[in-house]
């Protein structure tokens, strides 16, 4: 079973928003692969390959998209290569971080399916839940 990561999806506003940056329009050149760069690479990167990235937004996991690789980048800096095909999951309470964590593969919400609507927490009831250390 692959090992996933988690990131916060800083700056989003909405679950669209993120679907956004990964559109063809969003991409530049309407490229697949999305390059996210990260101080340090993940001790664990071997067994990230094929694994994802699951997205927190609001205080819960909404979405993934499919880790392709890492590479070196300027600096020292490494570059998580993701696919740019997002997939909704059923939102799971998720806190707030900085950087990336480890997911295990039991611990992964499943997808959602064709037309099917995750129920969300309003984010009101997230954040608070969140500071009050429940979810």
Do not use: C
């Amino acid at each position: 079973m692959p090992l996933h990561l988690t990131k916060v999806a800083y700056g989003a506003q909405s679950l669209a928003e993120i679907h956004q940056w990964f559109s063809a329009e969003g991409r530049r050149g309407g490229a697949r692969v999305a390059r996210l760069t990260t101080r340090n690479r993940p001790r664990r990167a071997d067994e990230l390959v094929g694994g994802s990235l699951y997205w927190i937004h609001k205080h819960q996991l909404v979405a993934r998209s499919e880790i392709l690789g890492f590479e070196d980048a300027e600096g020292g800096y490494t570059n998580i290569l993701v696919s740019t095909k997002l997939i909704d999951v059923h939102p799971k309470p998720r806190r707030a971080h900085q950087g990336w964590r480890y997911l295990e593969a039991a611990d992964a919400p499943a997808d959602l399916g064709d037309g099917e609507a995750g129920e969300v927490l309003p984010a009101q009831i997230a954040s608070e839940l969140a500071k009050l250390g429940l979810v």
